[in-house]
Nanobody, 116 residues
Framework: QVQVVESGGGLVQPGASLRLSCAAS????????MAWYRQAPGNRREFVAA????????SYADSVKGRFTISSIAAHNTGYLTMNNPRPEDPAVYLC?????????WGQGTQVTASS
């Protein structure tokens, strides 16, 4: 049974960086693609970034382009989202979607909160 677990959330402060992790386990198959989404209270889930494992192709939402970086370690079925230069609209629950065996597997999310 495939499990996807996000971690690394916490307080995000102006000028600081935060790195989120996504780990997929429970399968001998390799994650082919990985994506990050986020959902703030009262808002719809929105796309943040994605990486294609076979080509390394990256895509980002306009709101995070130039500030966030997605990466992955295919052999470990692990991915990361590095958040730089946070903005007030960035705090949310960040969710990871790992694509393997012809479907997406979702984690429960990790909370990113603005510092007061």
């Amino acid at each position: 049974q495939v499990q996807v677990v996000e971690s690394g959330g916490g307080l995000v402060q102006p000028g600081a960086s935060l790195r989120l992790s996504c780990a997929a386990s429970g399968s001998t198959l390799r994650v082919s693609n990985m994506a990050w989404y986020r959902q703030a209270p009262g808002n719809r889930r929105e796309f943040v970034a994605a990486i294609v494992g076979s080509t390394g192709a990256l895509s980002y939402a306009d709101s995070v382009k130039g500030r966030f970086t997605i990466s992955s370690i295919a052999a470990h079925n692990t991915g990361y989202l590095t958040m730089n230069n946070p903005r007030p609209e960035d705090p949310a629950v960040y969710l990871c979607a790992a694509y393997l065996d012809y479907r997406n597997y979702w984690g429960q999310g990790t909370q990113v909160t603005a510092s007061s």
